[in-house]
T-cell receptor, first 112, second 112 residues
Framework: GENVEQHPSTLSVQEGDSAVIKCTYS??????FPWYKQELGKRPQLIID?????GEKKDQRIAVTLNKTAKHFSLHITETQPEDSAVYFC???????????FGPGTRLSVLP | NAGVTQTPKFRILKIGQSMTLQCAQD?????MYWYRQDPGMGLKLIYY???????DKGEVPNGYNVSRSTTEDFPLRLELAAPSQTSVYFC???????????FGPGTRLTVT
């Protein structure tokens, strides 16, 4: 089955700096790669996703890149703000309903 | 739309007791999922369903059962509760495996 690794497990950045979180996956059949943000005590919420036919996607300060050959994808947050502090989860899935696997999460702290 | 709803919000069980965690969605989603999230950890898939009458095991199904008699409802049954089942349980739904999962607010379960 699919295995998703995520690094780093914790990340501290100064407000205004950029943050990068990287994930690798094992199943070459995976074709959908979402990123979820979970604030303390809250439910996970989708912040951005990318499909295998696209190499990069941006939404304001957030971007995701995908390298299918290397089986890795990354989340980039620019101009970080204190409200970006949360746990971020990557995930990978295919179309067949059996593989929707989350990474272990990255705790991002944005220091004022 | 209410989205994904879960009841109860909190519950304390004694070892050996049983209970059912309720989950409902009003978005007419085919796919529904149950996850558990232990403190400071990621999301582990317990069971999922691709439509009414169809369920399948995820990564950590032992000690749990599910049913999906309607599109809207996906209850999770705990039989013979054990301290290892102390966790936060999230229900989620999506159109299919390659689209955003919408999470419910979670049920915090403590087994003592």
């Amino acid at each position: 089955g699919e295995n998703v690794e995520q690094h780093p497990s914790t990340l501290s950045v100064q407000e205004g700096d950029s943050a990068v979180i990287k994930c690798t996956y094992s199943d070459s059949a995976s074709n959908y790669f979402p990123w979820y943000k979970q604030e303390l005590g809250k439910r996970p919420q989708l912040i951005i996703d990318i499909r295998s036919n696209v190499g990069e996607k941006k939404d304001q300060r957030i971007a995701v890149t995908l390298n299918k050959t290397a089986k890795h994808f990354s989340l980039h947050i620019t101009e970080t703000q204190p409200e970006d502090s949360a746990v971020y989860f990557c995930a990978a899935s295919d179309n067949y309903g059996q593989n929707f696997v989350f990474g272990p999460g990255t705790r991002l702290s944005v220091l004022p | 739309n209410a989205g994904v709803t879960q009841t109860p919000k909190f519950r304390i069980l004694k070892i050996g007791q049983s209970m059912t965690l309720q989950c409902a969605q009003d978005m007419n989603h085919n796919y529904m999922y149950w996850y558990r999230q232990d403190p400071g950890m990621g999301l582990k898939l317990i069971y999922y369903s691709v439509g009414a009458g169809i369920t399948d095991k995820g990564e950590v199904p032992n000690g749990y059962n599910v049913s999906r008699s309607t599109t809207e409802d996906f209850p999770l049954r705990l039989e013979l509760a054990a301290p290892s089942q102390t966790s936060v349980y999230f229900c989620a739904s999506s159109w299919d495996n390659s689209y955003e999962q919408y999470f419910g607010p979670g049920t915090r379960l403590t087994v003592t």
